[in-house]
Every structure is written in C-alpha cells, then in structure tokens.
C-alpha cells in the first residue's frame, strides 16, 4: 500500500524523463518508509476555526471506509482446509458488489466533512467539490456494475468471478460498461485528471489543506487503498480476477491489479485536468444516459438470448 | 451465510485499530507548539477575510437531489439484476416503467438547467 | 384494470411535466386544455368502474371499491374546476402553466391513491406524494414574500405531521403486527381493547391526521398558509388535501381501527367542538377574506369530523349514519369552497392583493352575476335552506342526535349560527356599501364557467340532495 507511493513517484518519473526518488534505500525504496517517519514526527496543526471533534474525526472515517471496502474482493477461489470452508478472501459476502459500492460511498463523508470542519475557503470549496464529484460518479459506477450484475446474476464478488471463470471476462461482454467504469473510478478516487478537489493550482491543496501530520497521511493513504480497491474491482468484475492459467489466484489478481494501477499512474501523468463544469456536464449529460442505455441494452439481450 | 461477516467484523476493526493506534503513535512523539497566528485559516500570505462557513452555491443542493433520486433508481437496480432471470419479461416491462418515469424527471431537470453547471 | 383513472392522471402529470419542458413559453396556456381533458378522461374511467366488485391492486396495497370511486370524484371534479380558476389568475401573475398543472396531477394522484390505499404503507406514501406536490403549490409565486412564507411553514408543519403520523402507523403496526387495513381490524377484533398502547396509537394518528386537515390544535399552519399561496392552489388545498385526509382518516380508522371506535368516539367529539368553536369565533376578527376563508375551512374540518365521531361501523347504509353524512358533506363543502376561492381568484385577478373586504364594495353593482353567485356560497356555507351546505348540516346533526351526542349537535348548530356573522359580512359588503373603484374584472371563459358549475351545483345538490346522498351511501359499502 506504501509503495504504491514509491511506484507512482518512479512511474511518473521516468514519465516524464526524470528518475524519481532513488536515493533512500536501493533504486528508492525506503522512501516511503522514510516519509512515513517524517508525518509521524510533524507538528499536527489544528486551525483555531476548526471543529473539535470532526477535524480529527474525518481523515479517519477516509480511512476506515476505504480499508473496511476492501474487504469483500476475492483472492482466491474457496478452498476447504480440514473440512472448513476457507474463502478466498477476507470474506465472501452473497452482497459483496452491494456492499463494497456502500461502504465505499461512505468515504465521502471525510472528504466533506474534513473540507468543512476545516474551517477554511479552500478546505470547504475543495470539500464540496469532491462531495458533489463522489456523488455524481458514484452513480455511473452503481449503473455500469448493476449491468456487470445483471450478466452475472449474483452480487457475490466470487460469483462473479466463478462466471467469469468458466466463460468469456466480462470486458467481452460488457466493454461499455468497463469504459464507464474506468471513467467513474478515476473520478471516484478523485485522481488525475479528474483531481478537482484537490487541484493545487486554484484550491491550494482542496479539501486537506489544513491538514498536516499524520491526520494528512490518512487521507493521503486513503486515496492509494481505493485506488488499490477500484483496481482490484476492475480486475474483478471485468477480467476474471484472481481465474488465470499456471498461476495461483493470488498472482493473478496482482498482476492485473497492477497493471490498472500503471494506467491511474499513466493517466496522471499524460492528462490535463478538467474543468469542472465539464467534470460534471461529463457525468451527467453523457455517461448517466449511456449507463442506462447500456443497462436496458443489456436487459433486452439477456432476456432474448436466455 | 452470516459467519462471513465475522471476518468483515475483524477486517473492520482492525481498520479501526490501525487508523487509531497511528494516530496514538503520532500523538505521543510529535511536537506541539500551537501559536495564534499559525492556528490561522491557510490563506496565501494575506490574513483571511470572514468566515468559511458562508453561504454556498444552491446548485449543489439541486445536485444532491437528482443524486438522491438516481441513486435511489440505482439500489432497486440491484436486486432486479440478481432475480432477472426470475422475473422474466415481467421484470423488464415493470423496469422500463420504472427507469421511463425517471427518465421524464432527468430530461425535465436538464430541460429547466439543473445540469448546467455554469 | 383496477387503477385506470390513476394510471391516466400518472400519464397526464407526466406529460405535462415534458410538454412544460419543451413548449415555447407562450403556448404553455394551451396546457389548460390538455389538463381539462385528461382529467375529464380518468372521470370518466372512474365513474365506469362505479359498482363492480371491490378490487385490489399492487399485492393488495391498493384496492378499488365505491368508496374509491366516489373520492376519486371528488378528486376529479376538484382537479377540474381548479384547472377552470386557474388560467386568468396564473397569467395576471405570470405564474409557470406547466408546473402549476403537473404538480396539481401529482397532487391529485396522491390524494386517489390515499382514497384506494388499503395499507399502511401505501396510505403513508400516497399523503406524501399528495402533500409534497401540495408545499410546491403553495410556494409557486417563488418571487413573493408571502407564497414562500406560506410553502416553508406548510412544509415543515406538515413533515413534522407526516413523523407523527407514520410513528402513529408504526405503533399501530407494532400492536398488531399487520400493515394491511383489514387484517389489523381482524386482530383488534379478537383481542382486548383497553390497551393502554392503543390510546396511544390514537393519539399519535389523531395528531397526524389532524394537522392534515387542520383541526383545532394542529391547525396553526392554516390561515398563513392559505393567505400566501397563490389562490387557485389555496382553493385545490382547502378542498383537495383535506378530503383526501378524511378518505385516510376513514380507511384508518373506520377500516382498520373501527372495532376501537367507542375509544375514540368521544375524542373527536371533542376535537370537532374545539375546532369549529375557535375557528369561527376567530373567523369573525379577519379583515382578509383568504384568511377569513381559511378560518371558515377550519370550521369546516369541524363539522365534518362530526360524521367521524358520529360514526357506528357496520351501520353503514343507515339513513343518518355518521360516515355518509361525512361524504356527503365532503362532497357539499367542495363545491361551495372551490366556487368561494374562484370568485377571490377572480377579483384578485386584476388587482395588486384584492384580498381584502373592502376590494368586495358594491361588487353586486359591478358584477351582478359574480356577486349573486359569491352569495350563493357564502349561504351555502352558513348553512341555509335549501342550498346544499343546509343539507350537508341537517345530515351531520342527525347523526349526531342518532348516536347520542345531542350536545354534539347542539354545539354544532350554534356554531352555524355564529359563522353566519362573518359569512353575511361578505354580501352585506358587496350589496350595501359603495365605492369609487372602477377597476375591471377579469374575463375569461374558464372561470365564468367553473363558476357557472360551482353554483349549479351548490343549488342542486341541496335541491335533489337524494341522488347524491344515495352515491355517498353506496360508497360506504366497503366499509
């Protein structure tokens, strides 16, 4: 998860003809660990304006959402160690899809609630942003799943997986539904080059500008765990997660995982980032139609062909 | 199969855990000292004029609205997907109805500007 | 088809919810028309379906009986003469067609349903989507001061009612363990009534119904409410909401509570004494006629609630019974209000306010037909032989006098005669003083003729009150 850090940084480095952290550590990787040391050991400002008990509170609940999402993706297929079922995961939830898009939408809550206990302009316009950027792109992230769902017929991330498995990944099957998708996770996550919420260059740094230290950290963590889960999601419902020929699931999953992540980093790297009057005309004048296009598309062929 | 919650319980608490122990572990070695002109909003090198929690822009009421609205559509959606099959012709008729009237409140809100976002 | 005249009125609120969003600004007028025409349609389906076999709906969330077909009148017809008001006062103002039609639709969708529903669940989703069409009614003139006033308070009152009403709902379902009307009468029926938890549950149900249809401690929201919205939606809501209140009023608690009705029998006794006591005593103070006209719909409540506590289940086809007195004079009460509030639409429409008496001087000499007929009503109203307002009382009294609250009846003839002082204050005004205002009246064909049918029938229904006595009666049956 820390690395995901040291292998941004080096991507987007030799992305741009540079090298990237290398000096800490061999080719760099103790940076992070270094970086970690030094949050620890920052002052932890909190602004006279600020709420007692939501600026503290925010960066966590950030955290404690996109930690507690990740819990339902599968690694594995279930194993049976001494008779007793072993999922291949954390846990394998009949509603997993239902409760990782819940359980993911309540990140939003420290993203807003840290921009407006901030107690600062910057803080609350970068709160609101990525409230009402979370909202929008959620909703386009729901409909391209509900039709993920619909061609698998269960909720369950194994499932999904399981139908994938035995037939063609639904990148096949579904590709409007991955393209939209891809879009709404970048979004979601709040990355490149749909960082609005964060965007240095007018917000100062959005919704943590008041934030330092460690509570900083948080947040900053918390975005690389749902870019990790969004990846892991992709890789998931779209090729086939952890199913793969010679390898074990495990490896499977990493590789695919990894290479969704290469894309976040890529993405980062190449694109400009949005107006936000196009941000949300995109998602509301063109993605919400085409989801629902898709997903009445998708009805009127499963009920034909099944 | 509602042992599988016991490890989204631990998964969850352990989150919980990390998130708090770190911020224990920071507590207890970082510096503190606080002083008024540092507790100050950021505000690039010019002292801050009024106060945040100002009034602000109703659009992103309107937004939460048709969010509420959509995403609401979208939680029914879930379980239709699931029982498709079961539901046959039925659940597509019934489901167009329901999307068909949805669609007549987006296409009014877009109509009247609730999108445009400039 | 079950629910037909709902499905045609779903269609038409959505329809005129996309021509609104499309069609140029000054073809929005020819919505009227459109408006006229579905309403008329579902009638028709309606009356159609008068006298088949009760049917339900939805899993049995939603049936369809007499009972349902005469509230569905009374919606339509509602829904009919206030589309007639309407146009001369919106363009004056310069109000949105469109809006003002679909929410109307809407509205008038969630008061048939409050009327079919044969559940909890269904009644409780029907007042909400009735009442939230109903708070944007009342807020449509958004650039005056007042309307919004009105909206606001009619809004947070009434979602604060809607809490009461649905933990009301939630205890009701808590002791018996039913949603469904029928069956929750089925388990109050076999079990013990001196629950304490079902005094309860009456409370809480009489204190969310009763804001709903303003009885006296709830009814605060009331006259401010009425002055400020735009009149043709004070009109709908002083007719519409409130009748579809006492349709959820009956289906609670005749339907589904009628085995506890000697627990709450003497409660709305009491309600409707208070009610009608206080609003007419304050009615007489008012110097703006909406708000003198609010007070009067309080009044009204008051009667009508009458019929309720009046009310002996299973007695239903009785010639005096409580529960089609109350019809009837729901269905007396819509004509005489809806053609009271017109002819205030119809002086306003002119005018900066033209809300107050003084705007009504000598208007017997300006506009002989408009002042015959606002006479017309406000007797009506006071209750005299042989309009249709006298019949509607007589029934009420009897059936009080029937079911021995004789101080019930009493109490309500006194009242009649006190709401008479400010109802003949309205034609002493428009006969017996002058004025030097030369200010035009509005004409348009609309209103002319919604007022034309508004006197008719407020004459008729007294003249030949048989007939439409005879249509509450059979609308009771389901009971």
Known sequence: MAYMTWFERRVIGRLQVRLGPNRVGIGGLLQPLADALKLFFKEDVRPARADRILFPLAPAISLFAALAAFAVIPFGPTTRIAGVEVPGGIANLQVGLLYLVGISSLGVYGLVLGGWSSGSKYSLIGGLRAAAQVVSYELILGLALVSVALVAGTLSLEGVVGGQANGLPYVILQPVAFLLYLVAAVAETNRAPFDLPEADTELVAGYHTEYGGMRFAMFFIAEYVNVITVSALAATMFFAGWSGPFLPGPHWLFIKMLAFLFLFVWLRATLPRLRYDQLMRLSWSVLLPLALINLLATAVVVAVTR | ?118 | MAVLPEVVVTVLAMLLLLLDAVLPEHRKSGLTWLALLGFVVAGAFNLYQWGSPAQSAYGGMVGADNFTVFFNTLFLATAILVVLMAPAYLRERALPFGEFYSLLSFAVLGMMFTAASTDLISLFVSIELMVIAVYILAGLARREKRSNEASLKYFLLGAFASAILVYGMSWLYGITGQTNLAKIAGVLKATSLDNPLLLMTIALLAVGVGFKVALVPFHAWTPDAYEGAPTPATAFMSVGPKAAAFAALLRIFISAMGPAQPDYSLLFAILAVLTMTLANVVAIQQNNIKRMLAYSSIAHSGYILVGLAAAQPGAGSDQVAGIPALMFYLFVYTFMTLGAFAIVAYVQAGQVTGESFDDYRALGRRAPMTAIAMTLFMLSLTGVPPLAGFFGKAYLILAAVHSGMAWLAVAMAVNSAISAYYYLRVVVVMYMSDTTERVPLYRSPFIHSMLAVASLATFFVGVFADPFLRFAQGATLGF
């Not at chain 2, 659940?91 to 009247?112: C, D, P, R, S, T």
């Open chain 2, 1 to 118: 199969m509602p042992t599988n919650y016991i490890g989204i319980g631990l998964f969850i608490l352990v989150g919980m855990g990390f998130t708090g122990a770190t911020f224990a572990a920071a507590a207890l070695i970082r510096p503190s000292n606080p002083n008024p002109i540092k507790l100050e909003p950021y505000e690039c090198g010019v002292p801050g004029v009024g106060d945040a929690r100002d009034r602000f822009h109703i659009r992103y009421y309107v937004l939460a609205m048709l969010y509420l609205v959509f995403d609401l559509e979208v939680v029914f959606l879930y379980p239709w997907a699931v029982q498709y099959d079961k539901l046959g012709l039925f659940g597509l008729m019934e489901m167009l109805v329901f999307v068909a009237i949805l669609l007549i409140g987006y296409f009014y809100a877009w109509k009247k500007g609730a999108l445009d976002w400039v």
